[in-house]
């Protein structure tokens, strides 16, 4: 083997020494189900020569959190980024966590100290792009092209191609024919980059990721399930269509080359969006502000408790919010009481919606730590920095009821034109030419491909 990888090498057709396609929001079951009937083929043959297997996702299941989870390899109480958007420390103000505002470095980061050659396309959390020794074009949070990528001059080629920062989600609620031409069309100017930069030279690391699938899954994951004769199709044909960019690629990397693709959490049907603003107002914890601008326009002075999707719940605390009314020595007892209730809470047919409450100390820990727990209820609600930022409460709802804000609505229970909503336990990972654990988390891939780069005894 060490011959021909040598030979290849030296001929100048061995494009990368690791190699990651990520797939956003594909559950484990529905990739063993398309390699069973052929929707996916190329991927099917790596499965079966490599490794299968399920992987968890991070609580609560935002996309923007796991990918920043994988990047850095830390947990959300030491890299910074809770979900999409946050409560500006010391005021009521949003704020949106980014690449900038992440306070651990990410894969690309350390592997160009190391001295690695690193490419990276598409993958949340990487916007904006810091500098590396390579090239790195940022995500979807990126506002235009000209924003996109580092090193700047990569601008005119990506403009020249008509490089798509990510697919239209706003067709998905007027057109769906549309969307999914639209999905077509974002997907090919992907690979058409990619496959542009992979011959450009010898990568250490190259990571290109796929935001559509997760796109098409939000909307018309029902009818894909449901066997709708034309979406359905589509659905489908969509992910035929990723395959068949997948066995260019395969053909272009080789056998040798280490491989893994993954996503970073699983999907369901939604029953319900479940409004947790409207519920938190209705039930006693909050107050609206008169003038309703943001999820965050409430009336601090009577409100216990607030809310940031998806179910991050806050305890409105004395001297850590502004205008806090809960004194710190009912922190506590407060979060048992919302606790308590959000357990109890039915839809409208009695079921109930919330299958655990997970406590801030049970799903982050801070720097210099090692796992969850270790933390007194009081520790736990003054701590500052990083950590201090995390929410009270990670409500994580049955499958189903996909938990949003609604601050402006009239019901708790509603249904909109989403069909998808993210599940945490169940992401899929192929892999080959890397040793991963059994119990595999998305938290845990960095620091296993950073070690496998940087062993390689192929010259640099």
Not at 104 to 109: D, K, Q, R
Not at 174 to 185: E, V
Not at 252 to 267: A, N, Q, R, T, W
Not at 274 to 295: F, H, Y
């Amino acid at each position: 083997m060490r011959r021909i990888i040598m030979r290849l090498y030296e001929e100048n057709i061995m494009p990368t020494k690791f190699m990651v396609l990520s797939i956003d929001g594909v559950p484990y079951w529905l990739m063993e189900k398309m390699f069973a009937e052929g929707v996916m083929p190329n991927l099917a043959k790596v499965a079966a020569a490599g490794r299968f297997s399920m992987m968890k996702s991070v609580q609560p299941t935002v996309s923007s959190v796991a990918w920043a989870c994988y990047a850095t390899g830390v947990n959300p109480g030491i890299h910074g980024n809770y979900g999409f958007i946050d409560r500006t420390p010391g005021s009521w103000d949003l704020q949106f966590p980014n690449n900038a505002t992440m306070t651990a470095e990410h894969i690309w980061t350390k592997l160009t100290k190391a001295g690695k050659r690193v490419f990276g396309m598409n993958v949340p959390s990487t916007y904006p792009p810091k500098p590396v020794n390579g090239v790195l074009i940022g995500c979807f949070l990126a506002p235009s092209i000209d924003k996109v990528v580092y090193p700047a001059s990569e601008v005119e080629y990506l403009k020249s191609i008509d490089y798509q920062i990510d697919s239209d989600a706003g067709l998905a609620r007027q057109d769906k024919r549309a969307m999914l031409a639209n999905l077509d069309y974002t997907l090919d100017k992907r690979f058409e980059a990619l496959f542009h930069y992979l011959d450009q030279e010898n990568w250490d690391f190259f990571h290109t990721h796929v935001m559509g699938s997760d796109r098409i899954n939000h909307f018309l994951w029902e009818k894909m399930e449901t066997g709708d004769k034309e979406f359905s199709e589509g659905f489908f044909k969509f992910y035929t269509r990723i395959d068949n960019y997948i066995g260019q690629l395969l053909a272009k990397i080789g056998d040798e080359v280490p491989l893994m693709v993954f996503s970073d959490h699983g999907f369901c049907k939604i029953k319900y969006e479940v409004q947790m603003c409207r519920w938190l107002i209705d039930n006693g914890w909050m107050k609206p502000a008169e003038q309703l601008r943001s999820p965050l326009s409430i009336d601090p002075y009577q409100t216990r408790a607030y809310v940031m999707i998806p179910g991050r719940f806050y305890v409105n605390l004395a001297g850590r919010e502004p205008g806090g009314i809960v004194p710190l020595a009912d922190y506590e007892k407060t979060r048992q009481e919302l606790k308590g209730q959000l357990l109890a809470m039915k839809d409208p047919q009695g079921n109930a919606v919330i299958e655990k409450v997970l406590m801030r100390e049970e799903v982050y820990w801070p720097e210099g730590a090692t796992g969850p727990g270790g933390l007194t209820p009081e520790q736990v609600a003054t701590a500052g920095g990083t950590y201090g930022r995390a929410c009270d409460l990670i409500a994580v709802p049955y499958d189903g009821y996909d938990l949003k804000l609604g601050i402006n609505l009239p019901e708790v229970f509603v249904k909109t034109a989403l069909e998808g909503m993210h599940t945490y336990p169940d992401a899929f990972m192929v892999a080959r030419g890397i040793d991963l654990p059994d119990d595999l988390e998305i938290t845990n891939l960095s620091e296993r491909i950073i070690k496998k780069v940087c062993s390689s005894s192929i010259p640099a």
